[in-house]
């Protein structure tokens, strides 16, 4: 899917413009500050409106609210709070069999899945690993971790809230540290071994080499980007909440391909290798969209509600979408039918 996304012909000049403009100028935040000074960064998901009606699929009732949603096969964990845990199901269609309920400390950031199926949650003082078995375990005295993932070689990568990077073995010993952003929200490991950073204050997109001392190319990310999910082997999308667009991203430099408006305050993003579309959650409509990238500029194929604030998404392997609900409504499961392209 990603050669179809990054395909020259389909990519405006002006974005590859921008995006070169901004890579040979952007190598320190403080670069980044001094472009320009608009408000921005520091996004956060948009109060949803108080009515919504979703359609089709099934909703799941999950206890509480449900921060993150990851995938892995058609194994789903569901993040929610009080009391903080990973409810983690088995998806056939649009039913759900619960399997486990994994406890999370107190305050523990948003989970993410590595590529080997293991589900990642930082914490205040390490990170909860839960194999894709079941089995928990925890890494603890590593500090504040604001967000984790693991390399395709194994290594354990933590972000601070100070902005550094720490490449960790296995077992979470320290062997480097990265710095040079704001703050560490998100890292993603692309299947091509490239890792990209989030940093949500500035919203700031970063490449990370592992054996440097500085992350960068450093990028602006929209008006205030959200989150980040994989595209393909070396590409991810963001969802730019303040300014409500779209962005796609090649990761090895980091580097702009697109940017289109979406629905309002776009915030989860979760690629659909099945339908070959990426889905964005809009916590401004109580809706999910599915846009096709494939030739240059985002071609909405589905528009459809779903549960009161869709703060998080997910795509099975088998195509089933998964959208969780903020607000206490549970998992809204689907099998969407998308639209035919306009000719």
């Known amino acids: 899917m990603h050669r179809r996304v990054l395909r020259r012909s389909g990519v ?20 980044l500050e001094e472009q320009d000074r608009v408000a921005q960064g520091n996004a956060a998901p948009a109060e ?23 995938a892995t096969g058609d194994r789903v964990a569901a993040q929610v709070e009080n009391p903080p845990s990973l409810e983690l199901g088995r998806v056939d269609g649009t039913s759900w069999s ?14 993410s899945t590595a590529h080997d199926g293991t589900v990642l949650v930082p914490h205040g003082d390490g990170v909860v690993l839960v194999s894709p078995d079941g089995g928990a375990r925890e890494l603890s005295g590593l500090g504040p971790v604001s967000a984790a993932a693991l390399t395709l070689d194994g290594r354990l990568l933590t972000g601070t809230p100070g902005g550094e990077i720490v490449v960790r073995d296995a077992d979470g010993a320290e062997h480097h540290r990265i710095d ?6 998100e890292i993603s490991v692309s299947g091509d071994g490239s ?21 960068g190319p450093l990028l602006r990310a929209g008006r205030g980007a959200g989150l980040l999910d994989e595209l393909g082997e070396g590409s991810v999308i963001a969802s730019d909440t303040v300014g409500g667009t779209l962005l796609v991203y090649s990761t090895s430099p980091v580097r702009l391909h697109q940017q289109f408006p979406v629905a309002s305050a776009p915030w989860a993003v979760a690629e659909d290798p099945t339908r070959q579309v990426v889905w964005v959650a809009s916590t401004g409509t109580n809706t999910i969209q599915a846009y096709d990238l494939g030739d240059g500029v985002g071609m909405l194929r589905a528009d459809i509600p779903t549960v009161r604030q869709p703060d998080s998404l ?9 959208v969780g609900s903020a607000d206490g409504a549970g998992l809204h499961l689907l099998r969407p039918t998308l639209t035919e392209p306009a000719s």
Request: glycine fraction near 8%; charge should be negative; hydrophobic fraction near 45%.
């Open 195 to 215: 890792v990209t950073a989030l940093s949500r204050p500035d919203t700031v997109i970063a490449s990370v080499d592992l054996e440097a001392d500085h992350a």
């Open 314 to 322: 997910a795509v099975t392997k088998s195509g089933t979408v998964v």
């Open 180 to 185: 040079g952003l704001t703050s560490v929200d």
């Open 98 to 111: 619960a399997e486990d309920s994994v406890p999370l400390p107190a305050g523990a950031g948003t989970a």
């Open 12 to 31: 405006p000049a002006a974005l590859i413009a921008l995006a070169i403009g901004l890579t040979a100028c952007s190598s320190s935040t403080s670069e």
């Open 48 to 70: 949803s409106p108080q009515v919504s009606d979703p359609i089709g699929g099934e909703i799941i009732p999950v206890p509480g609210s449900v921060r993150a949603v990851v």
